[in-house]
Structure formats: structure tokens, C-alpha cells
């Protein structure tokens, strides 16, 4: 009896961190995170990053950004969800990428806390 291997999902994803698209490989069961690191900016710092886990057919996608600067903290994450061989749709830069559902966002904005709002 012959053992097949896993599928390797292949598809583009934007790396935040080298501001470029890359091949992004995954099979089941693994994760990969493109970007994550601080870096200061001009009035603070700032961190973004991208995590895709790949479960059986599903993808899933967190992306994230936190900073702080003179306007106080923020604080953002979206989650959504894609089907392998699911739609895909093309960025502008002429690259297809999945087409993620939404499945949740937030947002901090640790001053507008402070007013209230």
C-alpha cells in the first residue's frame, strides 16, 4: 500500500515586516508568521504581523498591529477564514490571493478610551 503525502497548500500572502508578497507553504496541521517585529518609528514603535494555520482544508488568518506613538496606543486584530480551493481574488499588484471571509475585528485606541468614547 502506497503512503501518499499531505497536500502542500501554496498561495501569496503580503509580508508586513519586508513590505513584499511571498510564496506562503503549509500543510495541515502547520503556521507560519510573517512579520511580528518591533521596530521605533518616529514618535514611538510599532509591531505588525500576519499568522496563517492551516487545519485539515481550512485556513485561518490573525492579523495584527499594535503601536504607540504621540495620539497614545492602538491596538488592532481581524481574523478570517478561507477554504482551500476556495475563491481568490487579485490584489493590485496583479497577485491572487485568497479571498478570506471575515470571522471578527477589533480595535484599541487606548486615548479615545480615555475620552470616553
Aim: glycine share 12%; aromatic share 12%; net charge negative.
Amino acid at each position: 500500500m502506497k503512503h501518499e503525502q499531505p497536500r502542500t497548500v501554496r498561495f501569496w500572502a503580503f509580508n508586513p515586516e519586508t513590505l513584499d508578497w511571498v510564496r506562503v507553504a503549509l500543510r495541515d496541521g502547520e503556521s507560519i508568521t510573517l512579520g511580528g517585529h518591533s521596530r521605533a518609528t518616529d514618535e514611538g514603535w510599532s509591531v505588525c504581523g500576519d499568522t496563517y494555520a492551516r487545519e485539515g482544508d481550512r485556513i485561518e488568518l490573525s492579523a495584527w498591529s499594535d503601536g504607540r506613538d504621540c495620539d497614545g496606543r492602538l491596538s488592532r486584530c481581524w481574523s478570517g477564514e478561507w477554504t482551500v480551493d476556495g475563491p481568490m481574488r487579485t490584489v493590485p499588484d496583479g497577485y491572487e490571493v485568497p479571498d478570506f471571509d471575515e470571522v471578527g475585528a477589533s480595535q484599541r485606541d487606548e486615548y479615545a478610551e480615555l475620552a470616553g468614547y
